[in-house]
């Protein structure tokens, strides 16, 4: 699961006018959000993709990685997935397959298509928190904050301390329906609720900015 990019609030989602000052806290929460750790958390990353940012070497790797086009990264995500698909159709309620193709989908940046998938998982698993948080993820990514956190409440019903669902739930809150005070809320849970977070001081530094944009 992963951090996501900076997005304005639909019409639909604001709940009041933004000052100059909240709109500066924002864009400044956004940026750091970015540098420090990419995109929203996927419930089913590995550790290293989910605990802090990459290291220099790390980067000046990816830098040097030649950039693929949409139609590219489409055609590799379909190559990807293709003998996924193909082990579908003889069991189509394979379980591990259907988010082995819904994680490919969301990692070569096909929301659409990974949702289709982590719907269908949830249907057969339907109490399944990383899945939830996963398919909230891609549904924010497509536009839609409402059913992103509705998602990530659902997956803590069933893992109250889920990291993942915690931290997406704080940035959707804030990003998508300009609630600071929510963010607030979800980020001093995740602390609580997990003590040893590898990523406390960063975490702890959100909430400080969401606190003052919840004051300008």
């Known amino acids: 699961m992963k951090i996501m990019p900076r997005r304005e609030p639909t019409s639909a989602?604001?709940?009041?006018?933004?000052?100059?000052?909240?709109a500066y806290l924002l864009a400044v929460f956004c940026l750091l959000l970015g540098v420090a750790l990419g995109y929203l958390f996927r419930a089913s990353a590995s550790p290293d993709a989910m605990y802090g940012p990459a290291s220099p070497v790390d980067r000046e790797r990816q830098s040097a990685q030649p950039q693929l086009s949409p139609e590219e990264q489409k055609q590799m995500v379909d190559q990807a997935v293709a003998p996924l698909l193909a082990t579908l159709k003889s069991k189509p309620d394979d379980f591990a397959t259907i988010v082995n193709v819904a994680d490919l989908y969301y990692d070569g940046r096909q929301f659409p298509e990974a949702i289709q998938y982590y719907r269908r998982a949830v249907r057969i698993q339907p109490h399944n928190p990383d899945v939830l948080t996963d398919l909230g993820t891609s549904l924010w990514y497509t536009g839609d904050a409402d059913q992103a956190i509705a998602n990530f409440e659902q997956a803590l019903k069933?893992?109250?301390?889920?990291?993942?669902?915690?931290?997406?739930?704080?940035?959707?809150?804030?990003q998508g329906k300009m609630d600071p005070k929510g963010a607030t809320q979800a980020w001093e849970e995740l602390l609580e609720r997990n003590p040893n977070y590898p990523q406390r001081q960063?975490?702890?530094?959100?909430?400080?900015?969401?606190?003052?944009?919840?004051?300008?």
Do not use: C, M
């Open 202 to 216: 960063q975490i702890e530094e959100y909430i400080a900015r969401a606190k003052q944009h919840a004051k300008g």
């Open 158 to 174: 069933y893992r109250p301390d889920s990291p993942e669902a915690l931290f997406n739930l704080g940035v959707v809150r804030w």
């Open 13 to 22: 989602s604001r709940q009041a006018p933004w000052t100059s000052t909240q």
